[in-house]
Nanobody, 122 residues
Framework: QVQLVESGGGSVQAGGSLRLSCAVS????????MEWYRQAPGNQRELVAG???????NYADFVKDRFTISRDNVQNTVYLQMNSLKPEDTAVYYCHADVQFTWSSRTRASAWGQGTQVTVSS
């Protein structure tokens, strides 16, 4: 069993900042890639940013230079620092982790958090 618990969402005015956290717990061997996705009402879930186990990052064009993803491999936690927020960033943000239960890559599984609401007002 693995659990992903997100925190840090909330309401902020345009131009403000929020920091999301996602802690992974459970009997796991390791975590490969970790990502943040978001889904606005009526829209499909979209990738916001990702970070590999080695620290390589990638970002969607719409958040480049505003958001920063990072991870703590000791605490099994991934963060998303969101600056210069815009009303169009309003969405439910989901954490995703590619977890591994043993040394074998065949025991990999996809795990999702429950989502945290981010609301940006103009």
């Amino acid at each position: 069993q693995v659990q992903l618990v997100e925190s840090g969402g909330g309401s902020v005015q345009a131009g403000g900042s929020l920091r999301l956290s996602c802690a992974v717990s459970g009997s796991i061997y390791g975590i490969n890639d970790m990502e943040w996705y978001r889904q606005a009402p009526g829209n499909q879930r979209e990738l916001v940013a990702g970070v590999s186990s080695g620290g390589s990052t990638n970002y969607a064009d719409f958040v480049k230079d505003r958001f920063t993803i990072s991870r703590d491999n000791v605490q099994n936690t991934v963060y998303l620092q969101m600056n210069s927020l815009k009303p169009e960033d309003t969405a439910v943000y989901y954490c995703h982790a590619d977890v591994q239960f043993t040394w074998s890559s065949r025991t990999r599984a996809s795990a999702w958090g429950q989502g945290t609401q981010v609301t940006v007002s103009s």
